[in-house]
């Protein structure tokens, strides 16, 4: 039980940044590794899904239940601060995910936001 409830929390995490993560700027370059990207975002919420009810199978109701509440909780949060860094990004007229031919690697490095960069 000790580890079950992190590790519901993380595969949570894991499945939801596959799911959200549909701009091409957040995804690999390369064909093998934008599939390799999707194979393991949903394997972990396969295992996500094998791992809760393992829970309800073996442990009392309230950890799996815990561990749904918490990966909703988790998953909302992490949803929220990606917005607010789209929308501070936005209000900043800055790209969030500019593409790499626009921004120097030491711009990309110094913030989340960063804008294009004339060559």
Do not use: H, K
């Amino acid at each position: 039980m000790r580890f079950y409830f992190p590790a519901l929390l993380a595969l949570a995490v894991a499945a939801m940044i596959e799911a959200r993560s549909t701009d091409p700027g957040l995804r690999p370059a390369s064909r093998f590794g934008d599939r390799l990207f999707m194979v393991l975002g949903r394997g972990a919420f396969g295992l996500w899904l094998a791992l809760l009810g393992w829970g309800f199978w073996q442990l009392n109701w309230w950890g799996p239940l815990a561990g749904v509440i918490g990966s909703l909780a988790v998953s909302a949060s992490f949803a929220w601060t990606l917005a607010l860094v789209a929308s501070v990004c936005a209000a900043a007229g800055a790209g969030c995910v500019p593409s790499a031919s626009t921004v120097s690697a030491a711009a990309r490095a110094s913030s989340v936001c960063a804008a294009p960069v004339a060559e």
